[in-house]
């Protein structure tokens, strides 16, 4: 099926000025804590595009060699209107060879389905065997990644698919840039370390190669698309049916991307979405774009006044640009026009065009209209029929742009702008648990309001988690009473059913410090991930990309505690493992300009080596309960107490040098 050109509704952009930002690359460092050379991480240019003729095999398998036995079909594609085959025996096999201009590190996937065992996927590097997968039985197409192989210029790639005992179909060959961060976790618990090895290389498979020249609005409807486009810096975020990103994926996905290096695509994502938060849009950012980082995604958008938008997600994307902002040291979230103008925005004029349903006082609260998506809903739950004006989730991740906003100001040099949102934000936490949330706790804790001024209590599924993950609930009974509740509920019949749900409950526990409660989350749905997900089309849990992202950084952000602070060169860090984890290590931790060594044994001692960098770092070493000391490569020095959020620490600040291995422990 030959696509045609982009229909005028895909074109309505918005965009056309925004340039594709590059990708920026590093070297690996060190793997474990150890004293190195000091040096600055080296960035190459991003990796040469490396192109795959008819990937999807729209184009009746142009550019690929077919043996006696296989060829192009069309009964049962993945997406668009065909597929390759391979029928059942020995000696078959599809394959093509592309040659690489530039040097570069990649990894191949595609989604394949086979009637039965003993097929093979394989890449050959100059006819040597350089990464090969034995392919399992079964008839429902799962997503196959293999790599990462390293070209340069003039190597030869096989891309081959080998028959087996049964037939194999096989679709959607997709060539991604190896990350440029490669960070190894070890740890004392087995599980923990294949967790973090699955996402991290299973993550890394969801990044477009930018150049790469793509399908344009491909969706369940019109699985081939309605034209072609070029891909810019971009990552899978949403349904892998789908030939884009969603706003909500992509916030809660950029965290994990940050730790693998993503740092280009994560801004790119960004700008385009802030760049659509328009006066025409009523500041909504679009709810979805395509991978060519300009046009809306059409199955969302069907024009200015009828496109989806839920409330939360301008207000996380704020929230997101200052994390970006903390983990790269990058004055462009500060400088850049279009993002500081959809800051501003977000927590001025959408505050303002959005509230007025109900009346909160001197407090604005963000409200949606409680008529379905494409009129604009408060709540990420799509899977109430309450016709919700305001919502937990919403006023919480509203606190946190207000939050994130001070921050950013404060950075930029603007104190009065920092002071007001310090302000507004403090103003709607207490606002919040004074009067908004009632006075119950656990089910009887108030998480909305109808479009008629009735507070909701009870399970709303992300209008109750998003509470306290976003820290707007204030520390003590109350919110430990809320965190039971969640976690009751998500065991019982109100368990979602979706996978990418779920992924949330392991951040609202890690918020709160209930590492064993976030690590059964985790185990869980690592336990799920090659179960088929309730959208057939989308493959297995683990292909939805939400999975793979949110497990690395609930690794690293989570039961290890990084926070990272690039521009004041500043790294936080606190242990937080589960019980039966004796110890916890993260090596090619990059920092800004810095990559780090980090290593938790329990919640007693951590051990941090700057592996590689230019400057010193201010380690803030953080452990749970209250001493006067704590020894500091065997010498005792005083420590400081701190209290967090409701929660006691033992804390101290020491400098680390590149090069340099220092170890706090509080015996």
Sequence with gaps: MTRTRLTLL????????????????????????????????????????????????????????????????????????????????????????????????????????????????????????????????GAAYRRHTLGTVTLAPGDRLEIAFESGRGWVNVDDVMVSPAAPANPRVTSSDPEIVAMFDWA????????????????????????????????????????????????????????????????GENKSMLRAFAATATPEHAYYPVWALNFDNRSPLSIDYRGPELFVREVPAPFELVQKAEEAYRWTGDRGYLDDPALWDFYRHTTEEFVTLHDGRKDNGPVRVAEGTGRGIFQGVASYNEQSDEPLAEAGDAIGSQYQAYRAMASLARAKGDRATAARF????????????????????????????????????????????????????????????????????????????????????????????????????????????????????????????????????????????????????????????????????????????SAFALRHDGDRRSTLTHTTGTRPYTWVARFPGARATVLVDGVRRPARTEVVDGVTYTTVRTRVAPGRTVTVETR
């Design 10 to 137: 895909a074109a309505v952009a918005l965009l056309s000025t925004l340039a594709p930002l590059a990708t920026a690359q590093a070297t690996p460092a060190q793997a474990d804590p150890a004293r190195a050379t000091p040096a600055r991480p080296a960035r190459p240019a991003a990796p040469a595009l490396l192109t795959v003729a008819d990937p999807g095999f729209e184009q009746g398998g142009k550019g690929w060699d077919f043996t006696p036995g296989t060829g192009v079909a069309g009964n049962y594609p993945h997406a668009g209107g065909r597929l390759a085959y391979l029928d059942a025996g020995s000696g078959m096999k599809v394959s093509q060879t592309v040659t690489a201009t530039g040097h570069g590190g990649y990894l191949v996937s595609a989604w394949i389905a086979t009637g039965g065992p003993g097929a093979r996927y394989v890449l050959r590097v100059n006819g040597t065997e350089a990464a090969a997968q034995a392919l399992p039985d």
């Design 200 to 263: 991290r290389n299973k993550a890394n498979s969801w990044v477009h190669l930018p150049g790469t020249q793509g399908p344009l609005d491909a969706d369940e409807r019109q699985t081939g698309g309605t034209g072609d486009g070029v891909y810019g810096p971009s990552y899978w975020a949403g349904y892998a049916n789908r030939s884009g990103y969603y706003s909500r994926d992509m916030a809660h996905q950029l965290a994990g991307a940050g730790i693998l290096g993503l740092h």
């Design 422 to 593: 310090d302000d507004r934000a403090r103003a709607l936490r207490s606002y919040f648990n004074t009067t908004w949330s009632g006075g119950g706790s656990g089910a009887d804790m108030v998480r909305g309001y109808t479009t008629d001024g009735r507070a909701l209590t009870g399970w709303g599924k992300e209008n109750s988690w998003f509470m306290p993950m976003k820290g707007i609930i204030d520390p003590g009974a109350r919110r430990e009473a809320y965190l039971d509740y969640i976690d009751a509920q998500a065991e019982g019949e109100g368990r979602p059913d979706n996978i990418e749900a779920l992924t949330y409950l392991p951040d609202t526990f890690l918020t709160d410090n209930r590492a064993d409660t976030a690590w059964k989350w985790m185990r869980r749905i690592y336990a799920a991930k090659d179960a088929q997900h309730v959208n057939t089309r989308q493959g297995t849990n683990g292909d939805y990309p939400e999975v793979s992202f949110t497990l690395v950084a609930q690794t690293v952000q989570g039961l290890m505690g990084v926070t990272p602070d690039a521009p004041t060169r500043t790294l936080t860090t606190q242990p937080r493992l589960p019980s039966g984890m004796d110890w916890l290590a993260v090596s090619d931790l990059r920092v800004g300009d």
